[in-house]
């Protein structure tokens, strides 16, 4: 093989008589790197703004549920609670009892707007950090107290300190009449996630109070449970699924949350099979590139054969070169990408307006797997690329190329 790479490389760097090839090999080169650096850019930008996405949503969604699919709402939880505390389960942060459902909400001056009143334990560490830093009050610690998100006070005229009508549709019968139970709500804070499907419809209030609403004594809707790493849903679910009774249901927010993260997956796949055909034209540099070579050092390859050197001796000198070009554009493209990625998100280099985007930068976040798949890709499809040339040249007849030359 050191005879094989000796050759190969004075091939690419002694190339003064056939200066053609030379450029072609280092646009060949040059192009692999800008594929692979695009492909790192691009996945690190889509991670970022997915995590972000991601974050905000789950934070006020549950990670994994636990409920009753025969009712919606059970009483018997607090065993159920304690049993899966005890388990001092490592990806675990949080278990916490969750009332929800649908109220609508009256200003001061008649205007509404429709919510989501989740009721939460804010004894329990909060995994929201637009709720835990509200922009505006206090958290609704009270019993008649509530936290509305920064759309829904604009669309029902409240703001903090106001005195809010909660207008729950769950009826309850006096004689023949139905009627909805009707609250009244001091609004004590406001938060704002810059999320506009948590703002525009998200009410918090505590436990206690949502139960009231609700008339559902000491019921709850459910049991939720936060996770270090929102990816780890699925593990835990399947740990949950044998300690909790079978009537009960564990649902993950991969199954709440379906279309939203298939439509991300996706958009990452496309960005990748996108920005791989960069490296594909690069790659056809290389077959062209290569095949020049073979037909230009014919004699060489004819002179090998004839002091002894065999056919997948050529095959392999040729198959280096292009593999080199590869290793070099692919190494290249790597530093390039994360280098770019750091800086990027260090000093937020891709601002954008808060109020269209909901956030106010792109930020960068490098997956070592990304990297590793681009990496593997990339020398996948130019080591992929040489094989035609260096077939070619190992396929030299000699006594024809000697009597042609």
Not at 208 to 228: H, M, N, W, Y
Not at 241 to 247: A, F, K, L
Not at 287 to 296: E, F, R
Not at 373 to 387: D, G, K
Request: some cysteine; hydrophobic content about 50%; proline content about 4%.
């Amino acid at each position: 093989m050191k005879f094989e790479l000796f050759v190969a490389k004075r091939y690419l760097l002694k190339g003064r008589k056939y200066a053609f090839v030379s450029t072609i090999s280092i646009v060949s080169t040059i192009g692999v790197a800008i594929g692979a650096a695009a492909l790192i850019i691009a996945l690190s930008l889509l991670n970022g703004a997915h995590g972000d996405i991601l974050g905000k949503m789950l934070s006020s969604i549950p990670q994994v549920m636990i409920k009753d699919p025969g009712d919606n709402e059970f009483g018997d939880y607090r065993e159920l609670l304690e049993k899966i505390k005890s388990k001092k389960y490592d990806e675990i942060t949080s278990v916490e009892p969750v009332v929800v459902g649908t109220v609508l909400l009256k200003g001061m001056f008649r205007n509404s707007s429709g919510a989501l009143l989740k009721g939460i334990d804010f004894e329990i560490p909060r995994p929201e950090t637009w709720l835990r830093d509200l922009y505006r009050g206090s958290l609704p610690l009270e019993k008649e107290q509530l936290a509305v998100g920064s759309k829904i006070a604009h669309s029902a005229g409240i703001l903090d300190g106001d005195v809010c009508t909660v207008i729950a549709p769950r009826p309850y019968f006096t004689g023949s009449a139905a009627r909805p139970e009707i609250r009244k709500f001091e609004i004590t804070g406001m938060f704002e996630s810059r999320l506009y499907e948590i703002d525009n419809q998200l009410a918090i209030t505590n436990l206690k109070a949502a139960q009231d609403v609700f008339e559902l004594g000491d019921k709850i809707s459910f049991i939720q449970v936060s996770l270090r790493d929102v990816f780890d849903a699925e593990a835990v679910a399947v740990k949950l699924r044998e300690i909790v009774p079978p009537r009960f249901s564990v649902v993950t927010w991969k199954e709440t949350k379906a279309s939203l993260y298939s439509a991300l997956r996706m958009e990452k796949n496309v960005f990748f099979l996108v920005l791989t055909l960069i490296i594909i034209v690069a790659s056809l540099n290389i077959i062209a590139g290569l095949m020049l070579m073979v037909i230009q050092k014919i004699k060489d390859i004819a002179i090998l054969l004839s002091y002894g050197a065999t056919p997948p001796v050529i095959r392999r000198i040729f198959f280096l070169q292009g593999a080199i070009i590869g290793i070099l554009g692919t190494g290249a493209g790597v530093v390039i990408g994360l280098i770019f990625c750091y800086f990027a998100d260090k000093f937020k280099l891709l601002k954008l307006s808060v109020e269209i985007y909901q956030m106010s930068h792109v930020p960068f976040s490098v997956h070592w797997f990304d990297v590793f798949l681009v990496v593997a890709v990339s020398l996948l499809i130019t080591f992929t690329a040489t094989l035609v040339p260096a077939r070619k040249a190992s396929s030299v007849n000699v006594v024809e190329a000697i009597k042609n030359e």
